[in-house]
């Protein structure tokens, strides 16, 4: 079965940084693109951190102006996000998502959402 569990969420005050986990377990995980979403209450979800299949470290999207950054390790099976100087609008529910998987022959790619975590930024 797959499974996306994100961890790491929480309370922070503004200014401060968190780091997400998404631990992913049954498919592929190298194969896939995995990346980080948001929803806060009444407004539609939206990416804040693409990352493709490749392993490595690349910059949040530019809707969070570079503060985050995701990462992923295809040895754990994980990928981070790691949030930096957040700010109140950073608050909502992050949702990790993978896409695949990447690979030309492929005639169906998937798309699996976590559960998500709360991250609530506020004194």
């Known amino acids: 079965q797959v499974q996306l569990v994100e961890s790491g969420g929480g309370l922070v005050q503004p200014g401060g940084s968190l780091r997400l986990s998404c631990a992913a377990s049954?498919?592929?995980?190298?194969?896939?693109?995995m990346s980080w979403y948001r929803q806060a209450p009444g407004k539609e979800r939206e990416l804040v951190a693409p990352l493709t299949s490749g392993d490595g470290t690349t910059k949040a999207a530019d809707s969070v102006k570079g503060r985050f950054t995701i990462s992923r390790d295809n040895y754990k099976n994980t990928v981070y996000l790691q949030m930096n100087s957040l700010k109140p609008e950073d608050t909502a529910v992050y949702y990790c998502?993978?896409?695949?998987?990447?690979?030309?022959?492929?005639?169906?790619?998937?798309?699996?959402w976590g559960q998500g975590t709360q991250v609530t930024v506020s004194t």
């Open positions: 998502n993978a896409y695949g998987p990447l690979i030309v022959t492929a005639t169906t790619r998937y798309n699996y």
């Open positions: 049954g498919f592929t995980f190298s194969s896939y693109a």
